[in-house]
């Protein structure tokens, strides 16, 4: 029991957002190092999909391949169990990361010193705000000229909505960065970019003593003491309890290809960083020290070996201790089953593992039994609250066109969209199968995929909608007679569920108008 509640004490699980090419992978790498989990620059394959390849699928499956050794990396540092969960970066796939966030305590967020808050940081902001998720920020590339420290901190208020609070603070940039001083541990740490030795680390309490401008230089010494001062004056001290409520992000400087400033972030993170939390079913709240084993499926990776139709269900662990070969039961299908190979990952290697506590992922082969939001528990029936599908934005009727595959197209589109690779819905005026995506490189990956995995021919057909949502009334009269009056724009998802499918927003607005008992959601939970 004690050891069990002190593996998940020292537990972080977290996860890295950021627009692409701030920096993640190359943090994330750096990370990896400090906790011994690889021994040389870049073991870590960025699972970017670069610009040049946007419409290349080929390269997706390549990229595929890599990322499901990325999707979990786990490592020990200082005596706590850091549990990275990687989130591709790439906005088509957006849905994946806003899933995966539901299944970390805290997330850092990275942002590119010179272009400061990009779009893709705001979208993936404001859901972890919305889940109150605690967020460091790491300001990257300060070895280039970017944008002024205050003007950033700024930035994250305006765009973000963060309040924030500074716990290292860069000398210059650029040509003249010289390093940054560290508030939260009071200590100058410069850089020496061309040098072989670590940096130098100097413990520095006052930073009014005059022995710092033997180290940086006078004016640089009176322009950090000003802005030290400014930022004492301005921002309170670390609550640490705001901290964890979302309330308030630390912010760290740095320079993530030159190692400058990540041990002081990673230092900081174990220290201040959530251990597991509760998370939310529909019955109960799941507290992470309870006995009891709970957890729940938060992203599918198909096609490991194409050889075999094989699936990793990423699991994370909510309660109790999972075991291998335990029997637990799959509560959406009402049995029981047992995983005799549960996937454990470290870095770039998978190993069996044979226990497992909250706040880890653990990786189960499946062979389709799994889709997202599936919960596993010691017997219980529970429903974990949180995974919800999103608004697509983009349509096209898919039809099956090979009449003699009609069997393996509805397997596949019935498996991929299980997967989570983009949402269904069926148009009740004409019967036809609409997909919906977050961005346009779904409909490529579900047309290749369904042709090299299942055998089936699909076409699409294109279809000038802006909108899906999802639909809830005050009472069943008045959902028919709204379902009855607008037929012809009247979908059903794959639970059953009533969506609205509209033009334009204009649309949206005036059938909001005429039927103002209706109401739109923009997400699947309500
Ligand atoms: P991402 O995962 O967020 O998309 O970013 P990634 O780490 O791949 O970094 C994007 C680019 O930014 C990479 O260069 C990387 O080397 C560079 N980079 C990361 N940290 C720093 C930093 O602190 N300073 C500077 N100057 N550059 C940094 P690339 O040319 O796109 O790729 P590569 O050929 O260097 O791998």
């Keep these: 029991m004690k050891e069990r509640i002190a593996e998940i004490k020292r537990r972080r699980t977290f996860g890295i957002v950021s627009h692409p090419d701030a920096g993640k992978t190359t943090l994330t790498e750096k990370l990896l190092l400090f906790g011994g989990a690889i021994q040389v620059a870049g073991a870590v394959k960025s699972n970017k999909i670069k610009k040049t390849a946007t419409s290349d699928f080929m390269e997706i499956e390549k990229q595929r391949g890599i990322s499901v050794a990325t999707s979990v990396m786990a490592f020990d540092y200082k005596g706590k169990k850091v549990n990275i969960l990687d989130t591709p970066g790439h906005k088509d796939f957006a849905e994946d990361t806003y899933r995966t966030l539901t299944a970390v305590d805290s997330v850092i967020v990275v942002i590119d010193v010179a272009k400061g808050v990009e779009e893709q940081t705001e979208n993936l902001v404001k859901v972890c705000r919305l889940r109150k998720t605690p967020i460091i920020v790491f300001i ?196 029981k089953m047992k995983f005799p190979n549960p996937t454990a990952f470290m870095a770039n290697k998978k190993e069996i593992l044979d226990v497992a506590y909250p706040g880890d992922v653990v990786g189960l082969y499946d062979s389709g039994t799994f889709k997202i939001g599936d919960t596993l528990t010691a017997g219980e029936k529970l429903s974990f609250k949180g995974i919800p599908s999103f608004s697509p934005e983009i349509f096209r009727y898919v039809d099956n066109k090979d009449p003699m595959k009609y069997k393996q197209f509805e397997k596949g589109i019935d498996q991929l969209m299980d997967e989570g690779v983009a949402q269904l819905f069926i148009r009740q005026e004409n019967n036809r199968k609409i997909i919906g995506c977050v961005g346009s490189l779904q409909f490529d990956v579900i047309q290749y995929r369904l042709e090299n995995e299942y055998g089936a021919m699909a076409g699409y057909e294109p279809l000038r909608l802006a909108k899906a949502v999802w639909v809830s009334a005050p009472s069943d009269e008045k959902m028919k007679e709204f379902v009855q009056r607008r037929k012809r724009d009247i979908a059903k998802d794959k639970k059953g569920n009533y969506v609205f499918l509209a033009e334009s927003k204009w649309t949206l607005n005036m059938v909001q108008e005429n039927f103002p008992d209706i109401t739109f959601h923009y997400t699947s939970e309500f």
């Design 140 to 335: 990257n590339k300060l070895d280039r000229e970017g944008k002024d420290a205050f003007d950033l901190l700024d930035e994250l208020e305006e765009k973000l909505g963060l309040s924030v609070r500074p716990l290292s603070w860069p000398i210059g940039m650029g040509q003249r960065f010289q390093g940054v001083y560290d508030l939260y541990q009071k200590k100058l740490i410069l850089f020496r970019p061309h040098s072989k030795q670590q940096d130098d680390v100097i413990e520095f309490t006052d930073i009014n003593d005059e022995s710092l401008d033997g180290f940086v230089g006078e004016e640089a010494a009176e322009t950090l003491r000003e802005e030290v001062g400014m930022i004492e004056e301005v921002y309170d001290p670390l609550n640490q309890e705001e901290y964890l409520e979302g309330e308030i992000s630390p912010v760290f400087f740095g320079s993530a290809v030159n190692n400058f400033g990540v041990k002081e972030l990673l230092d900081c993170f174990v220290e201040i960083a959530p251990s597991p939390l509760p998370r939310t079913t529909e019955e109960r709240d799941i507290l992470p020290d309870d006995e009891r084993f709970t957890g729940f499926v938060f992203k599918i990776h198909a096609n490991m070996d194409p050889k075999h139709r094989d699936r990793l269900a990423f699991m994370r662990i909510c309660s109790g201790v999972f075991e291998r070969n335990t029997n637990y039961y799959h509560v959406r299908h009402n049995r």
